[in-house]
């Protein structure tokens, strides 16, 4: 490995966005970027511009030298390098995004689509559609919903609940039952309130859930309170899922082993990389569970194909607006699945578009 680098680029949301239990009008992108010769792989988290520090100061020192075959013991040498600075949180990510970019880095030199270099267990990968933002209103949820519906063939959707920690029921009522009319019967419906509401308060919301046939109920309580979450999961009949704030694999084993989730989620951009996503995926297998990709669906569109146990892939509107923006060759999610790597291109299949993202460019 010759060189490790990183940049941080913030984007504007297009419109206000929020969930139940945040706000926020933009998101960071932090770009990794490792290279061996004449060949660059590319990796990323979303996250504090901070992230690109740690990648610069902490990690890059780790990782150049070091042989680009060898991916997992480059993860193994920056987490245990990080142990003082503590590795949860921002510093995960910046692990996660330099993995990542090794990985690319591997199946670029080897000439090879990434899913190829992984071994494919499926060549479709199902997506679902989310946003429905609490901050939108009616027309646009509406729009949002009836565009991945109608217009891309996407038979599964999410939007947030849980508006303003849960203190405001009435109108999670109401935006379900709109949802409901936007994409009809036949679409499937998941709801997400990011650990807004309390036990109780989360099994009443899910006979409500259930009336309106959504079977996918996201962090109904906080994903730090296993046996909350595993006590909901019991009394209910939507699935239960979590597992994004994961940042290490033996957080999935203590989630798993507490009986919390029907499926469970990983996100490569926080939880280690592509090294420990894959991890995660055999250790849900382990407990017959499914595993279903959160967020930043370009980096996880290769290693799902890799996953036997895959439910699926988020296909997040607010990410997926920045990689189709600053990225060339982002897949296409029509009819409800994506195929990694049909094309042939090597690694993750993208290349960065310096030059659209430098307005953008934070640190």
């Keep these: 490995m010759d060189a490790v680098e990183a940049a941080a680029y913030t984007v504007p949301t297009d419109a206000p966005e929020g969930d139940g239990t945040l706000t926020w009008d933009s998101t960071t992108l932090v770009l990794v970027r490792v290279r061996s010769g004449d060949t660059t792989g590319t990796g990323w988290t979303y996250g504090a511009p901070a992230t690109a520090q740690v990648v610069t100061g902490q990690l890059a020192p780790i990782v150049t030298g070091t042989s680009a075959w060898d991916?997992?013991?480059?993860?193994?040498?920056m987490c245990r390098a990080v142990r003082n600075a503590g590795l949860p949180g921002l510093i995960a990510g910046a692990v996660s995004a330099v993995d990542i970019a090794l990985w690319d880095l591997k199946a670029r030199l080897l000439d090879l689509p990434l899913a190829q270099l992984f071994g494919h267990a499926r060549s479709q990968v199902p997506v679902y559609g989310s946003g429905g933002f609490t901050t939108y209103d009616a027309v646009r949820q509406d729009r949002q919903l009836r565009g991945w519906v109608e217009e891309q063939g996407i038979p599964r959707v999410k939007i947030k609940i849980g508006q303003s920690w849960g203190t405001d029921e009435s109108r999670d009522r109401d935006r379900?039952?709109?949802?409901?009319?936007?994409?009809?019967?036949?679409?499937?419906?998941?709801?997400?309130?990011?650990?807004?509401?309390?036990?109780?308060?989360?099994?009443?919301?899910?006979?409500?859930?259930?009336?309106?046939?959504?079977?996918?109920?996201?962090?109904?309580?906080?994903?730090?309170?296993?046996?909350?979450?595993?006590?909901?999961?019991?009394?209910?009949?939507?699935?239960?899922?979590?597992?994004?704030?994961?940042y290490t694999l033996p957080y999935f084993g203590h989630m798993l082993r507490a009986g919390a989730v029907d499926c469970l989620q990983a996100d490569a951009t926080r939880c280690g990389g592509l090294t420990t996503w894959l991890r995660v995926s055999a250790l849900a297998h382990a407990f017959g569970v499914?595993?279903?990709?959160?967020?930043?669906?370009?980096?996880?569109?290769?290693?799902?194909?890799?996953?036997?146990?895959?439910?699926?892939?988020?296909?997040?509107?607010?990410?997926?607006?920045?990689?189709?923006?600053?990225?060339?060759?982002?897949?296409?999610?029509?009819?409800?699945?994506?195929?990694?790597?049909?094309?042939?291109?090597?690694g993750l299949g993208l290349s960065f578009r310096d030059e659209r993202a430098a307005p953008c460019r934070v640190g």
Aim: charge should be negative; aromatic fraction near 6%; charged fraction near 20%.
């Design 176 to 246: 379900l039952v709109r949802a409901r009319r936007s994409i009809g019967d036949s679409t499937e419906l998941y709801v997400d309130a990011n650990g807004a509401y309390g036990v109780k308060q989360a099994v009443d919301m899910a006979r409500f859930l259930d009336d309106l046939g959504v079977t996918w109920f996201e962090e109904p309580v906080s994903s730090d309170h296993l046996t909350a979450l595993a006590q909901v999961r019991s009394q209910i009949a939507p699935e239960v899922a979590a597992g994004e704030y994961g």
């Design 71 to 77: 991916v997992p013991a480059a993860n193994e040498a």
């Design 290 to 346: 499914d595993l279903s990709g959160h967020c930043a669906p370009h980096v996880h569109a290769h290693v799902a194909a890799a996953a036997p146990n895959l439910r699926h892939l988020e296909w997040f509107h607010d990410h997926v607006r920045i990689e189709e923006s600053l990225f060339d060759g982002t897949l296409d999610p029509s009819g409800g699945t994506i195929s990694p790597g049909a094309d042939g291109s090597p």
